[in-house]
């Protein structure tokens, strides 16, 4: 069973915001100090939110590492979980909070950043916002070399333009959704979406210009 | 109002519509050109599904819950050689407080007057050349105290023992 599917990890696709009862189930269980409820949202969510996060780190021993210090900051703030959001929302915004913070950390702030606060006035829609990486043109790229090329050029992006491209063209969430989980307004969200793509527009040119 | 980075990319993302959407392409016929790039990229994107499985999953799953398990075990290890919590010191602290207390009370020395008409004694000798209606002597030979009332129907109340 493939349960991994960017398709389907939609948020609550198809269903209300409130919690989904079996995680209700779990969580109440957890929040009593039950482990083993834990262990279930653990089995439950993993594969989404080493995705997610791998999605923004782009290296899978950090993805792994941060993807469980995310759950592990879930378990000890689980009491805090009212059930305002789905149980998987506010997970997922643990994860995108504990990545962001380490590639801070890290120093990653995105090379030659657009400045959000740019009038899109001064932007031409065809302008290059950094050099050019070596480009294979013409020729049929492999899918190992497209995908190293797609994170490459992510990880060129700031924390929080990634953490938007991964939700949206990957994850497939409503820019709703998005907002909530990294407690910013959906109009934020778009923006930055903007300039993200304009961004990934320069940097894979080639590549899906020569699929 | 939305601003233009709204506009463009609810517009890629096909949520403008009517006259949103012919407003939006009027005025920005640059950008309309630039509408096949993007929904390449947004197809590279989406369909070049990069990211790996996670790998080990159950390890995965195991390394977290024997870190809570840990977490757990040094919580109660740390409960249990701290017998004196804050509300166990607490108490503790009233009960010192209150053993204090009585001996305190057990060791003062006690008014040798303290059987109320000694008190009273006492309080009247005190007196006894303030008040010329009662006097007092006091015969040390015979050790008794003689009050004298005098042109009194009864004790004023502060001298009144049944007062």
């Known amino acids: 069973m493939n349960e991994i599917d960017g398709r389907a990890s939609k948020l609550q696709a198809g269903q209300s915001d409130s919690v989904e009862p079996d995680d209700r189930v779990l969580v109440t269980r957890c929040q009593a100090g039950d482990s083993d409820a834990f262990n279930e949202l653990v089995v439950r969510y993993r594969n989404k939110a080493f995705m997610m996060v791998y999605g923004m780190v782009q290296n899978e021993q950090d993805a792994w590492d941060l993807a469980q210090d995310g759950f592990l900051k879930a378990w000890k703030s689980i009491h805090r979980f009212k059930g305002e959001s789905s149980f998987y929302t506010w997970l997922y915004r643990i994860m995108t909070n504990v990545t962001i913070d380490s590639l801070r950390r890290k120093g990653i702030h995105g090379e030659t950043e657009f400045d959000d606060r740019i009038a899109p006035a001064n932007v031409e829609p065809a302008s290059r916002t950094t050099p050019s990486s070596d480009a294979l043109p013409y020729e049929k790229l492999e899918l190992r070399d497209i995908r190293q090329r797609i994170n490459d050029a992510i990880g060129k992006l700031s924390p929080e333009h990634r953490a938007v491209i991964v939700m949206k063209e990957m994850d497939d969430l409503q820019y709703s959704e998005i907002a909530e989980i990294l407690e910013c307004s959906i109009g934020t969200v778009m923006s930055r979406l903007f300039y993200a793509r304009k961004k990934l527009q320069v940097l894979l040119r080639d590549v899906y210009e020569n699929l | ?163």
């Open chain 2, 1 to 163: 109002m939305k601003t233009f980075e709204e506009q463009f990319t609810a517009w890629l993302d096909g949520a403008l519509d009517g006259e949103e959407l012919r407003s939006f392409e009027r005025e920005h016929p640059l950008w309309s050109q630039q509408k096949g790039d993007f929904l390449k990229l947004q197809s590279l994107l989406r369909n070049s599904d990069h990211r790996p499985h996670l790998a080990n999953p159950d390890f995965f799953t195991s390394q977290i819950m024997d870190q809570i398990g840990r977490t757990r075990v040094a919580k109660n290890r740390f409960r249990r050689r701290s017998w004196f919590g804050l509300p166990r010191l607490a108490w503790a602290g009233l009960c010192v407080l209150s053993v204090g207390f009585a001996l305190f009370f057990a060791f003062i020395p006690r008014n040798e007057y303290s059987d109320p008409r000694a008190t009273y004694v006492a309080d009247v000798l005190k007196t006894k050349t303030a008040d010329p209606k009662i006097k007092a002597t006091v015969d040390n030979q015979k050790d008794m105290t003689i009050i004298k009332l005098e042109g009194l129907d009864k004790l004023p109340p502060r001298q009144d023992l049944h007062h």
